[in-house]
């Protein structure tokens, strides 16, 4: 018959391997988090941009101050 500290340790040991396996798909999905909010970010600012342009005079006053090679 198995002791009591045994089957604790037991209990332990997978326990600690439950918190080890779900700290790397934390560190995973953090990875993919930040990956996704920069392409997120990139489309808010493609966005604002476009829409600086198309507001009715936003894009002359930078295009006039823009220098033409």
Request: glycine share 8%; no cysteine.
């Amino acid at each position: 018959m198995p002791s009591v500290v045994g089957l604790l340790e037991q209990r332990e040991r997978g326990a600690r391997r439950r918190v080890d396996e779900l700290r790397e798909e934390a560190d995973r999905i953090q990875a993919e988090l930040a990956v996704a909010e920069l392409k997120w970010q990139e489309w808010v600012i493609a966005r604002r941009r476009v829409d600086t342009v198309l507001a009715p005079g936003g894009g002359e006053a930078e295009i006039a101050g823009a220098d033409v090679a």
